[in-house]
């Protein structure tokens, strides 16, 4: 698939913003108090995730990771973490796929989907994890 234009300079600002976000992460850190925790593997890449939420009356106050992240891992997260705080649990909870494609563009989820979506993926685990807990 060729891909040219308007479209390739989506595609590649798209890009710019995940190379960026990945150099200079505003989020990874741990949280000193947070209430919700998971960690994932992408077995097929080797990217480690530990996820820390604070949670409070049903929303997301702040969110800090840790690990080993490649370039798009961790650069969609940034991105994501910003679309996320101050939302409810259960909003986040009905995110997917088609959330991601709308957000950092479809040409990218398909070439790396399984790096793309370990962030989410892990942020709704951990509120599973809240939630059983509550």
């Known amino acids: 698939m060729k891909i040219f234009g308007k479209e390739y300079f989506k595609i590649f600002k798209l890009l710019e913003e995940i190379l960026y976000r990945y150099n200079f992460p505003k989020y990874k850190r741990k949280l000193k108090n947070f209430n919700a925790f998971a960690k994932s593997v992408n077995e097929l890449c080797g990217d480690t995730i530990e996820i820390y939420l604070e949670i409070l009356e049903d929303k997301i106050l702040d969110i800090g990771y840790e690990g080993k ?66």
């Open 69 to 134: 992240c490649c370039t798009i891992s961790q650069g969609v997260l940034e991105i994501l973490i910003d679309k996320i705080l101050n939302e409810t649990i259960s909003d986040i909870k009905k995110l997917d796929v088609n959330y991601l494609n709308d957000l950092i563009g479809e040409n990218i989820i398909k070439v790396r989907t399984k790096c793309a979506l370990i962030g989410l993926e892990t942020i709704k685990k951990a509120i599973e994890k809240y939630e059983g807990n509550s």
